[in-house]
């Protein structure tokens, strides 16, 4: 569903040309950001299965934006989303204790000397801090069943309310939360977190609308009908392949 309310998150200042990318509407600023000559090979490489393009002009990722990458991990996103929002827009790379344990000693060659202005985040906890109804986006981006995954760095089960309060709290009263992951089976439940690194979809909305969000959007753009749901992300023949929702919610 599409709903005018959400529109004006994706407008800028600046009236920008498009050009299409798989039948969806990219801004020239994002195809520049996507394009961009000094992004990682590595990177590059994983866009024909990540289609970051479609996926920001989805969520509507303009210039000046200050945009939250959730569990940004290794930094994909968020150089893509530096140079969409330009240096007039801030993005904060955010990594709760799993994240930070995997990325902590290599994301130093990503940021050092480079992406003015991303700002790395990390406080020891899965909540969000930015100041208080700051921030446009917050995007979480095959990082939600994550939550839900044990690891030696985390040191006991998660306060979802929590964490999703956090994120609300830092949105603009217009502000969106974007969701993107892996599909679970229906009624695979949080378990399905820790051991297919996967998510089902209605408890992800269940979670998210119970924390005051309401859902206003969402895209198939990276759905993906032969992937059975039942194998991790990570076997081969389905790695960078699975059947991935994307929601797009809004503050109450």
């Known amino acids: 569903m599409k709903l005018n309310s959400i529109s004006k998150l994706a407008l800028a200042s600046v009236v920008f040309s498009t050009v299409a990318f798989g039948g969806v509407i990219a801004d020239d600023h994002i ?3 996507v394009a961009h000559k000094d992004r990682p090979a590595d990177d590059v490489t994983r866009d024909q ?3 970051p393009a479609e996926v920001l002009e989805f969520i509507g990722i303009a210039p000046g934006m200050k945009v939250v990458d959730v569990n940004s991990g290794a930094g994909y996103y968020t150089e893509i989303l530096a140079r969409a929002v330009g240096m007039e827009g801030t993005v904060i790379a955010h990594n709760g204790p799993v994240y930070w344990d995997f990325v902590k000693n290599s994301i130093g060659e990503r ?3 480079r992406l003015g202005n991303v700002r790395n985040i990390y406080t020891g906890s899965e909540n969000v801090a930015a100041a208080e109804g700051t921030v446009d986006v917050a995007m979480a981006v095959l990082s939600y069943h994550d939550y839900f995954f044990k690891h030696k760095a985390r040191k ?6 929590e964490i999703l309060a956090s994120i609300r709290k830092v949105l603009k009263d ?20 820790n051991t297919l690194h996967r ?13 005051g969000f309401k859902l206003v ?11 059975p749901h039942t194998i991790s992300p990570f076997a081969e023949g389905i790695r960078g392949k699975t059947d991935r929702f994307i929601f797009k919610f809004m503050k109450k």
């Open 174 to 193: 217009d502000g969106v939360f974007v969701v993107v992951d892996h599909v679970a089976p229906a009624g695979s439940g949080t378990e399905a977190g």
């Open 156 to 161: 006991g089960d998660e306060n979802i309310p």
């Open 111 to 113: 940021y050092e000397g």
């Open 199 to 211: 998510i089902d979809p209605e408890l992800v909305k269940e979670q998210v609308l119970a924390a």
């Open 31 to 33: 195809k520049a950001a």
């Open 49 to 51: 299965f990540r289609k």
């Open 217 to 227: 959007e969402t895209s198939d753009i990276l759905a993906n009908s032969e992937d």
